[in-house]
């Protein structure tokens, strides 16, 4: 059997105190990471964090069916909708009176609240007058289910 050189044996030798400083450093490692989770009381707090806010989980139910258009005039402001208005519109949602809708008259998107009038007719307004009875050329095109309104302008 050939022994070793003394070159080969002091590479086998660097390479294994490498190695075992490598794993020595390694264990350290390991060591502290497990004490700093043991040590200390939990917290009284714990399991009460806040979550983040997802927008996207609260404001938009079905989102195949969602989509956002902005409140271009101040026609809706008596009913509380401001011009600029961020309106989250969903198409799978039933509208029912009193609610926002998106209708588009006479080629014309317009947000309305549905009223229903005296004589048991469905008619849209915008809070100050009647505007268009429910008829072949009004589409209702999805209910307002949100809204959102920047203060400040960003950029």
Do not use: W
């Not at 502290?32 to 404001?59: C, H, W």
């Not at 989250?88 to 926002?100: L, Q, T, Y």
């Not at 008619?123 to 505007?131: P, Q, R, S, V, Y």
Request: aromatic share 8%.
């Amino acid at each position: 059997m050939k022994g070793l050189n003394l070159m080969q044996t002091a590479s086998c030798s660097l390479f294994f105190s490498f190695l075992l400083l490598t794993i020595h450093i390694c264990s350290i490692m390991v060591i502290m990471t497990k004490v700093t989770k043991a040590t200390g009381f939990a917290s009284p707090a714990q399991g009460y964090e806040e979550q983040n806010i997802d927008l996207n989980r609260l404001l938009i139910l079905n989102p195949p069916a969602t989509y956002f258009g902005r409140l271009e005039t101040s026609d809706m402001e008596q009913l509380g909708l401001p011009c600029g208005s961020l309106l989250i519109i969903d198409r799978s949602v039933n509208p029912a009176p009193g609610c926002f809708v998106m209708i588009r008259h006479l080629g014309q998107f317009l947000c309305r609240s549905i009223i229903i009038e005296n004589n048991g007719k469905t008619a849209f307004t915008n809070g100050k007058e009647i505007l268009y009875p429910i008829s072949e050329e009004t589409e209702i095109i999805g209910t307002v289910t949100a809204s959102i309104k920047q203060y400040q302008q960003q950029g």
